[in-house]
């Protein structure tokens, strides 16, 4: 079955970095365009980032713009978030998203997601 299991994430000091890691599997990894999303207590569902299937293109929310970077290594089914420069609004709980195509409005296949918080 597909499974997308997020890790990595963790408690951060304000200023601080953490890689997040999403394995992937069950479905043609390579073929899909994979993303991250993000949503804060009370808040919803964001947008982050999003890697073309050969990893050639890159896309992000501006909110991560510089300070986040989104890569793939397709032989390990992986897709990864590093993310640098952490703030308190960056604390939401992070989710791997599988889209069909780089225009998909809707993520086919989620992980469960992992926490991120940031707090001195």
């Known amino acids: 079955q597909v499974q997308l299991v997020e890790s990595g994430g963790g408690l951060v000091q304000p200023g601080g970095s953490v890689r997040l890691s999403c394995a992937a599997s069950?479905?043609?990894?390579?073929?899909?365009?994979m993303s991250w999303y993000r949503q804060a207590p009370g808040k919803k569902r964001e947008f982050v980032a999003k890697i073309l299937t050969t990893g050639a293109s890159t896309n992000y929310a501006d909110s991560v713009k510089g300070r986040f970077t989104i890569s793939r290594d397709n032989a390990k089914n992986t897709v990864y978030l590093q993310m640098n420069s952490l703030n308190d609004e960056d604390t939401a709980v992070y989710l791997c998203?599988?889209?069909?195509?780089?225009?998909?409005?809707?993520?086919?296949?989620w992980g469960q997601g992992t926490q991120v918080t940031v707090s001195s």
């Open positions: 069950g479905f043609p990894f390579s073929s899909y365009v």
């Open positions: 998203g599988a889209l069909r195509r780089w225009s998909s409005r809707d993520v086919t296949y």
